[in-house]
């Protein structure tokens, strides 16, 4: 799928046709860094890579490209997300340098919440780029070894370079086609939203498949646990662009408050089992909010465990 | 037009509280269309400023002129022989309009009547919206007619992002997502594959990022 000989290991474990699994942690709020430290410690051994939020929902926190360093140093893989809100090209451009001097090896490429969602919403945001042409900005510097501007780098980023997926968000039509740009762009993996409808995620899987986009992408199912029934309704009803069916608030609500959480797990390895039927899911991206220390049961229970080491 | 909307009465009191001779300019372009600071604006302020004043007990005159537009040399010195007349100016121009009457008058205080918000349209009586930031390399033929720069919230030029729902923007349930109405409309012109060439990283230095602009155009200079 990519010739190019990037260093990431998550790379090479999709490239050696295992199922990749990846995780996120969102930085503190605050300078300390034993909670990031403390996050990744956790499930360092479960997952192949760690992505680091952005100050996600536009809420700031510690940055990105500081937690990142704190688990390469830690010998953990991280990804850097980075969303072109807060950050013109001048920014974004020498944030990717800043990570490639410490060899971070993967990057997700995003467009970020609206401010009006975090803790500043009467502040400016930048979008000088779009996520797509932040995908573009990467390869390159990455393949040409070109700044936007023209100019040489000396030691250009080697970064395996990924973006989200909304098979969910609307218009439901351009969804695949929305896939086929980012693919056109550059992009090499694919992180999906967090799949609750899985007969929706089949059906676009289906529609990529017709068009031969995932055997020029990896695609990574994302999956999110339930940690109660108020988590579901309030994702269901309150997050923009996240589709829960109704059957599965049902479930979370069909079980008294003290079970909810493990049905919520269940509910998630469920779901990794059949994702891991569909042809061109290439691997999962658990995302368990402030909860990362259900991944490892999750990737146990769901065949994933142990991961491969000899890469 | 320029779409314009009333101040709060407190915040022009607070402006122009300890002037004596007070003259109120309207224009008659953009901000009288929006029902800002045409003429019958100019009035309504004028009456409730007069009564603030009498209340107050002070003695203040205030005069009231609605000039044809604001932003052109032309209309504005139609003040020029009475202006030293008064102690200040609110002008219920837009901010283009207040600022040239600050310009031309120099020694004179202008203030602002209107918060002046964007280039938009009527969509009906009493609701105007947002089409245009003027960004200096309009890109409108790309995107179906729809501007991706003032309708999208984060003027994603490669839309839709994750967000859009329903056809609204994931800001507010009310807002149309622009990337839904590009859609839309390249799929109603036969256009749709078009939505998969990707839009190019943009110059912003013919938008504000460029610092202030300026149209210089020989062929009908005098
Ligand atoms: S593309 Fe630029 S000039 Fe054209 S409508 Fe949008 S902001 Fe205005
Ligand atoms: S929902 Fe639509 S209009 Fe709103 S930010 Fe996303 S793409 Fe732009």
Excluded at chain 1, 253 to 280: F, H, M, T, W
Excluded at chain 2, 172 to 181: E, R, T
Excluded at chain 2, 192 to 220: C, F, H, N, Q
Aim: aromatic content about 6%; hydrophobic content about 40%; proline content about 5%.
């Amino acid at each position: 799928m990519s010739a190019n000989n990037v260093p990431s290991r998550l790379k090479k474990i999709l490239d050696a046709g295992h199922l990749a699994v990846t995780s996120e942690c969102g930085p503190p709020r605050g300078s300390d860094p034993k909670a990031i430290k403390k996050k990744a410690e956790m499930i360092k051994d479960h997952v192949d890579a760690i992505n680091i939020t952005d100050n996600q929902t536009s809420v700031t926190r510690l940055c990105s490209l500081a937690a990142c360093i704190h688990l390469k140093l830690m010998g953990v893989e991280p990804t850097l997300q980075m969303v072109v809100r807060d950050r013109n090209r001048i920014a974004l451009q020498s944030d990717i340098l800043g990570a490639a001097s410490f060899d971070i090896n993967n990057i997700l490429c995003l467009s970020g919440d609206h401010q009006q969602f975090g803790d500043c919403p009467q502040g400016q945001n930048v979008f000088d780029l779009d996520s797509m042409q932040l995908i573009q900005t990467v390869r390159l510097m990455r393949d040409e070894g070109k700044f936007l501007g023209g100019d040489a780098i000396n030691r250009p980023p080697q970064m395996f370079v990924g973006a989200a997926a909304n098979p969910f968000a609307d218009p439901f039509e351009i969804r695949v086609p929305r896939l086929a740009k980012k693919i056109a762009a550059g992009v090499e993996f694919i992180q999906t939203q967090c799949i609750y409808n899985l007969d929706k995620f089949e059906l676009w899987m289906k529609q990529a498949r017709d068009r031969g986009l995932h055997e020029k992408a990896y695609i990574l199912a994302g999956v999110t646990p339930f940690k109660s029934a108020g988590m579901a309704k309030y994702m269901k009803n309150r997050v923009p662009g996240m589709d829960v069916p109704d059957d599965v608030v049902k479930r979370m609500s069909g079980v008294p408050k003290e079970k909810q959480a493990d049905e919520g797990i269940n509910i998630c390895v469920e779901s990794i089992q059949r994702l891991k039927e569909v042809e061109g899911v290439k691997g999962f991206h658990i995302m368990a909010i402030e909860w990362e220390d259900k991944v490892p049961e999750i990737v146990e229970r769901s065949g994933l465990y142990p991961r491969p080491n000899d890469l | 037009m320029i779409v314009a909307d009333k101040k709060p009465i407190e915040e022009i009191i607070d402006m122009v509280k300890d002037f004596k001779k007070l003259l109120i300019v309207g224009c008659n372009e953009c901000v009288t269309v929006c029902e800002a600071g045409g003429k019958k604006e100019v009035g309504i302020l004028a009456s409730a400023l007069r009564m603030y004043f009498m209340n107050e007990g002070k003695k203040v005159d205030i005069d009231e002129i609605t000039l044809e537009r604001q932003c052109d040399h032309e209309y504005l010195e139609e003040l020029r022989n009475n202006i030293d007349q008064y102690d200040a100016v609110l002008s219920l121009a837009c901010g283009v309009g207040v600022q040239f009457m600050a310009e031309k008058y120099f020694g004179t205080p202008v203030f602002p009547g209107v918060n002046t918000c964007f280039m938009g349209v009527t969509e009906e009586r009493g609701v105007w919206s947002e089409r245009c930031q003027g960004c200096g390399q309009c890109m409108l033929g790309k995107t179906a007619g729809i501007c991706p720069i003032s309708r999208c919230a984060k003027r994603l030029l490669n839309g839709p992002c994750g967000g859009s729902t329903k056809g609204k923007c994931e800001i507010n349930k009310d807002l149309d997502c622009a990337w839904q109405l590009i859609i839309d409309r390249l799929k109603e012109l036969g256009r749709l594959d078009d939505y998969e060439e990707i839009i190019p990283i943009k110059d912003w230095s013919t938008e504000r990022a460029g610092g202030p602009r300026k149209v210089v155009r020989e062929d009908v200079r005098l």
